[in-house]
């Protein structure tokens, strides 16, 4: 069983267009996360929750929106993308938001044309 | 505030030889640090984790870091490379403070030449 999963793993938009990305995890964890990892592999915290409450959001273009509807899934909503928006998007959870070793997707690989 | 500094971009070695893949931290707090490895095209999988209980903290794959206060290191070593090692390691800080963000280092590709 798949512990943290994501869908798609591949997604190739126009620039303009809005799209999602869907994460759920069957770990049981309180916290998930957004990360994006640009092109050179740099890795950069967007956003967190915890029990479906908002507790990180770093400085990410409001464009970028995400949706907790229950514990295990932590959607992203990109509108309006942009060719810089092109990334590997990772999702992770933790059981808890203190001190707590993350558990990574696959990732989505974002390529906006 | 904490931050993590990988030491080296690249690093090569041959089968059957040592690993050593540096990370020196700041933190102003008693840091939790973590090494994550990244295969080509997969996601992040946790080598081993540093939680302030022994200093010598053993993980998968025959992977260890020690944690040096003195030296606000991190270093990850291995006694014996092989070819399934090659990829990228992340040296990762969290704060104590709850809600805090893992800091991830800017990566180390390990190659490994047969």
């Known amino acids: 069983d798949t512990a943290v999963s994501q869908t798609p793993k591949y997604l190739v938009t126009q620039m303009g267009n809005d799209k999602s990305i869907k994460c759920e995890q069957n770990l049981g964890h309180d916290t998930m996360y957004w990360y994006k990892q640009d092109s050179k592999k740099f890795l950069k915290i967007m956003f967190s929750y915890n029990n479906k409450e908002l507790i990180i959001n770093e400085t990410v273009p409001n464009r970028f929106s995400p949706k907790s509807p229950d514990k295990a899934h932590l959607n992203l909503h990109i509108n309006s993308l942009e060719l810089g928006d092109s990334a590997v998007y990772f999702c992770?959870?933790?059981?808890?938001?203190?001190?707590?070793?993350?558990?990574f997707g696959p990732g989505t690989r974002l390529t906006v044309t | 505030a904490q931050s993590v500094t990988q030491l080296d971009s690249h690093v090569s070695v041959s089968e059957g030889t040592p690993v050593l893949l540096r990370c020196n931290y700041s933190s102003s707090y008693s840091p939790s640090l973590f090494w994550y490895v990244q295969h080509p095209n997969k996601g992040l999988q946790l080598l081993l984790k540093?939680?302030?209980?022994?200093?010598l903290v053993k993980g998968i794959n025959g992977f260890e870091a020690e944690f040096k206060k003195s030296e606000t290191s991190f270093h990850l070593t291995k006694p014996s490379a092989h070819m399934s090692d090659a990829a990228e390691y992340f040296c990762?800080?969290?704060?104590?403070?709850?809600?805090?963000?893992?800091?991830f280092g800017k990566g180390t590709t390990l190659s490994v030449s047969s």
């Open positions: 992770a959870s933790s059981l808890t938001w203190v001190r707590s070793e993350q558990y």
């Open positions: 540093y939680t302030s209980a022994a200093t």
């Open positions: 990762v800080v969290s704060g104590a403070q709850a809600g805090t963000a893992l800091i």
